[in-house]
């Protein structure tokens, strides 16, 4: 079992930045991968970046690359998902997620989620 507690939310500029944190419980954190997705108001979920266990691999959605970066601090339990450049469509609450198998984050799913954080960007 996983507990994932977002934090690092808030409200933002176009332009500004903001750094979410994802804090994991559990002395198995570092054989998970993880992700973040994102749901704006009336959309679907979507997937925004993952990262393999080692830090090794990343994967973003194309409406965030150059924009975001996905890392983790295997030693803190944490992953972190740096965002530059916010544009008011990024407004969303973000979800991160592990999953025991890359390719699940990499599809926006995941086997255990957090409560998500809030991220309003405006214009």
């Known amino acids: 079992q996983v507990q994932l507690v977002e934090s690092g939310g808030g409200l933002v500029q176009a332009g500004g930045s903001l750094r979410l944190s994802c804090a994991a419980s559990?002395?198995?954190?570092?054989?998970?991968?993880m992700g973040w997705s994102r749901q704006a108001p009336g959309k679907e979920r979507e997937f925004v970046a993952a990262?393999?266990?080692?830090?090794?691999?990343?994967y973003y959605a194309d409406s965030v690359k150059g924009r975001f970066t996905i890392s983790r601090d295997n030693a803190k339990n944490t992953v972190y998902l740096q965002m530059n450049s916010l544009k008011p469509e990024d407004t969303a609450v973000y979800y991160c997620?592990?999953?025991?198998?890359?390719?699940?984050?990499?599809?926006?799913?995941?086997?255990?989620w957090g409560q998500g954080t809030q991220v309003t960007v405006s214009s």
């Open positions: 990262i393999s266990w080692s830090g090794g691999n990343t």
């Open positions: 997620a592990a999953a025991s198998v890359y390719r699940t984050v990499v599809a926006g799913a995941g086997d255990y």
């Open positions: 559990g002395r198995t954190f570092s054989s998970y991968a």
